[in-house]
């Protein structure tokens, strides 16, 4: 058993700041020690947390897709289709992300489109998007306090 | 670096003898440039002379592309005028001599543009007044006449109906460029703004683009002795400067008050007092969100010159990895989608 990644960037980030930076002479030296710091700690909670924030917004992105389909103009349904059938091969964050990014490209173009749409049905998507929006943002949100 | 500036300062200072380069560092922040710091000494006519003085150097990639010739001629033409800002000395073109373009300025000396040192004594009590001189500077640039000026040979000059449009496109075709995945509430935030647009501008003035606590000097003699980073400066609506001050990424005492030292509704009663403008609410809301977009963009160009390997400044990654999304947010709660 090895220290997992969360740990070891933890490690790396207090020894930057409690052990390496009283060492360091310079206002520039000390400022880029305090930012390797800070980044090795979200490096740190991102690499436990991409993979599950990334199948979770997946899914819910493309439970909107789907449901914004019948309002869709023809040419857009068709990208959109084509975004739903982007599928990460595993679970590597770089797959994940990449069929993250097809399904968001899409939303933005669903978004704006369905804004143009005097409907319920439309009024009713528009709604959800804003929620998964505002739901994306704490997603992303860190636990750990930033300096 | 001391050799090569050592040797561009012999060239430059007539008669000198003797020229050399101490004190040499780096100034922590630049995004933009790197920003050195250094003393000077020459002799002439026999008399020796020691200078502090401040190199920008363009660097490999920034979080901004912007024409130091631009910044330049801002600091000059506001040289001697009730903003403070430091004499220019130097524009240098040649990227052969340090590595990138550069300008050299003379140094502020004994003064503080810390962030965090301003939330605190002695300086916290001095907040009210220099609150009050960052916003009635603000007011002085908004009403500064550029006209004839060396600002109006390097700047395009908007009309007062096109000052919103010009900037809301310039930082959407950044977004476009620069973004690494999609940015849905950002491309949301773009489409509200250019639906519900502002007034025209009241009247064409010099925006600095980056004005706001930490790019300003001061000292506990509780006044502002300079002005700095110009380099977003341009031409437009005052009001983006009023309204970028306000934004959520620089509330320092994260506790709503811009820059961490004066209420909101004081910032804009100052300001509209020394500048004689008006501060239309729904035009500084548009404004307000507007910031959101353009730090956006900011920080989307930083984050794709880290992962294209143009440059290792780690400060470009962390400012990827903890303010894109808070921008976000902040555009979210300011169309009231999120509390």
């Known amino acids: 058993m090895k220290p997992d990644a969360v740990r070891v960037l933890q490690g790396v980030s207090l020894s930057l700041l409690t052990q390496v930076l009283p060492e360091v002479a310079t206002p520039f030296g000390q400022q880029t020690t305090s930012v390797a710091a800070g980044l090795a700690a979200m490096v740190g909670e991102e690499f436990d947390r991409a993979a599950d924030r990334l199948v979770a917004e997946n899914g819910a992105v493309r439970t909107i897709l789907r449901d914004a389909m019948p309002l869709l103009a023809a040419d857009l349904q068709a990208s959109v289709t084509r975004a739903?059938?982007?599928?990460a091969a595993g679970y590597r964050v770089s797959a994940l992300q990449a069929e993250n990014d097809a399904l968001r490209g899409a939303l933005v173009d669903v978004h704006a489109a369905i804004g143009a749409i005097d409907s319920d049905a439309a009024r009713a998507?528009?709604?959800?998007?804003?929620?998964?929006?505002?739901?994306?943002?704490?997603?992303r949100e860190w636990t750990m306090r930033i300096t | 670096m001391e050799e090569p500036l050592t040797r561009y300062l012999r060239a430059r200072i007539p008669d000198a003898e003797d020229v050399t380069v101490s004190d040499l560092s780096r100034?922590?922040?630049?995004?933009?440039?790197?920003?050195w710091m250094f003393e000077a000494s020459w002799t002439s006519?026999?008399?020796?002379?020691?200078?502090?003085?401040?190199?920008?150097?363009?660097?490999?990639?920034?979080?901004?592309?912007?024409?130091?010739?631009?910044?330049?001629?801002?600091?000059?033409?506001?040289?001697?005028?009730?903003?403070?800002?430091?004499?220019?000395?130097?524009?240098?073109?040649?990227?052969?001599?340090?590595?990138?373009?550069?300008?050299?300025?003379?140094?502020?000396?004994?003064?503080?543009?810390n962030t965090r040192v301003i939330l605190a004594p002695p300086y916290s009590a001095l907040q009210p007044q220099l609150a009050r001189e960052m916003y009635e500077i603000l007011a002085a640039i908004a009403t500064f006449d550029w006209h004839g000026s060396a600002i109006e040979s390097v700047c395009r000059v908007p009309t007062a109906d096109s000052a919103w449009r010009d900037e809301l496109e310039h930082w959407e075709a950044i977004i476009d460029e620069e973004e690494l995945s999609p940015q849905p509430v950002i491309r949301a935030t773009i489409r509200w703004l250019r639906a519900h647009p502002p007034r025209p501008a009241q009247r064409v003035s010099v925006v600095h683009g980056d004005y706001r606590v930490g790019n300003f000097l001061y000292r506990d003699d509780g006044h502002i002795h300079g002005i700095l980073?110009?380099?977003?400066?341009?031409?437009?609506?005052?009001?983006?400067?009023?309204?970028?001050?306000?934004?959520?990424?620089?509330?320092?005492?994260?506790?709503?008050?811009?820059?961490?030292?004066?209420?909101?509704?004081?910032?804009?009663?100052?300001w509209e007092a020394a500048s004689g403008l008006t501060a239309d609410a729904a035009s500084l809301h548009w404004w307000e969100l507007f910031t959101d977009v353009k730090c956006q963009g900011i920080w989307l160009k930083g984050a794709r010159a880290f992962q294209e390997g143009k440059t290792s400044e780690i400060f470009l990654a962390l400012v990827a990895y903890s303010l894109v999304n808070t921008q976000d947010q902040s555009a979210l709660r300011a169309m009231g989608k999120m509390s």
């Open chain 1, 84 to 87: 739903l059938g982007t599928s």
């Open chain 1, 125 to 139: 998507i528009d709604g959800r998007i804003w929620e998964e929006l505002v739901e994306s943002t704490r997603r």
């Open chain 2, 27 to 35: 100034i922590p922040g630049g995004a933009s440039r790197e920003t």
């Open chain 2, 45 to 113: 006519a026999g008399e020796r002379t020691t200078t502090p003085l401040i190199v920008r150097k363009d660097p490999p990639a920034s979080l901004l592309d912007t024409d130091r010739e631009v910044e330049y001629a801002f600091y000059s033409s506001f040289y001697g005028t009730r903003v403070p800002v430091p004499r220019m000395c130097w524009l240098e073109a040649d990227a052969t001599i340090l590595g990138g373009p550069f300008f050299i300025m003379e140094r502020i000396v004994g003064c503080e543009n």
């Open chain 2, 229 to 270: 980073d110009w380099e977003m400066a341009h031409l437009g609506d005052p009001l983006e400067d009023l309204a970028w001050s306000f934004n959520q990424s620089w509330q320092w005492a994260r506790d709503g008050r811009p820059g961490g030292i004066v209420e909101r509704d004081e910032a804009v009663r100052i």
